[in-house]
């Protein structure tokens, strides 16, 4: 749920800085308020959520300079579903990020609501004063979907003889058209903190470019083919900068690494694409081309499943930092 929230937020903020972005030769047109409507199926997930905003206008020519809420409350959205329609609630909750809103976060949620893949989706959004924004999505099949191949350990071996390369593979069966697959790698540790062992995610990057001094990290974008490979010594660096400034090695203890795989639909995936989103917080560039799929608006409404594996790292790599075995 986490993650489908930070994806919700991240194409809010594209969408409306988009649609209150300049005209060329002209820093500021008339105002013409678009409807943004971002509704993204999980469908690992029996809840479900949907935002509904409007674009705005400033005194200025900075859109970030805006600090009222764009939210839209009070909007009747519904989800056909086979036979079933799945009316949303609108509710509020914290607002974590207060930078720029201090209000509560809107959004519209339902639960129980887990489609199945390769299922047509329909949603419709009729505001209170009578718009209406409408969509529909296909959702990816998970049944045809098949992950685990390559490499099986950290660090990858032939033999005695270390490869260059760790290899992630992954085989979709059926109509994958149009789908775009991100790939993600993490190892999973633990820190000795004030007597708690306390868990902590490290991504691993495809691989590093130095520029001078400093090392980059370079992580995948979402991909068409089935395929991503890690650079052994990138894993390495990755081990390295865990305890990186912290001579007490032994408070940390490893336990695995893990593979997580998104597969985007057809909407995500041309979104995404149009974005130029990249895997290290999927950071918008607000130049980016329009997309949308919504009929009376703006916005997305799509649908992704995701996929973890777990790689087992040796015990003797593990040592070799000085770390402890899980």
Known sequence: ??????????????????????????????????????????????????????????????????????????????????DTVYTLRDTTTTREDTSRYFSPEKFYYVKSFRPQGNKLLEIEAVLPDGRKLVSSTITPSPQ?????????????????LILNDFNVYWTFIGDGEGLLFVPRLFIIYTKLENGVQIEYTKEVPQDYIQQGEEFL???????????????????????????????????YTIKYALIQLF????????????????????????????YTNIEGGRGVFGSFLQRTYEIYILDDYILSFGYKIF
Request: with cysteine.
């Open 144 to 160: 045809s979907f098949f992950f685990g191949d390559g490499d099986q350990i950290i660090p990858p071996s032939n033999g005695a």
């Open 263 to 290: 597969v985007l639909d057809k909407n995500l995936s041309a979104y995404y694409g149009a974005l130029q989103l990249v895997s290290d917080g999927f950071s918008v560039k607000v130049d980016a081309s329009e």
């Open 217 to 251: 990290p370079l992580f995948p974008v979402g991909t068409k083919r089935n395929l991503v490979k890690y650079k052994t010594s990138a894993i390495d660096r990755v081990m390295t900068e865990i305890s990186e400034g912290d001579p007490n090695k032994q408070n």
């Open 1 to 82: 749920m986490r993650m489908k929230i930070f994806f919700t937020v991240i194409l809010i903020t594209g969408l409306v800085l988009i649609s209150c972005k300049e005209e060329p030769f002209s820093p500021k047109t008339d105002f013409v308020e678009r409807l943004i409507l971002t509704c993204l199926i999980d469908c690992e997930s029996d809840f479900q959520s949907a935002t509904l905003t409007s674009s705005y206008t400033v005194d200025g020519f900075n859109p970030l300079e805006n600090a009222l809420d764009p939210s839209i409350e009070g909007a009747d959205i519904r989800i056909w579903y086979e």
